[in-house]
């Protein structure tokens, strides 16, 4: 079920958020730093960054608003925290 939420489901949404966040400013890092300016690959690998920074904390958002449904408390009381 897609909107199943549970102790491995939150976990999952705060380490895509963490894992999505990091690599969106390493390849803005690296695209200001490191890459090349040729065939506009800077803008490309700077463009994919924001894109990543911009789904970290959407992901974030919508793990939280699948915490508050009504149902979803009597799952979260069985997780070990």
Known sequence: MLL???CQT??????ATLIFFTAGVVLIL???HIVPQIWNLQ???MF??????LLAPII???TFLLSV?????KKM?????
């Open 60 to 62: 974030l958002v919508s």
């Open 48 to 53: 994919i960054g924001f894109m990543l920074l």
């Open 10 to 15: 939150m976990r999952e949404g705060v380490i």
């Open 4 to 6: 199943s939420l549970g």
């Open 43 to 45: 803008h490309i690998i």
């Open 30 to 32: 690296a695209s200001v």
């Open 69 to 73: 449904l009504p149902n979803a408390k």
């Open 77 to 81: 009381d069985q997780c070990d925290h």
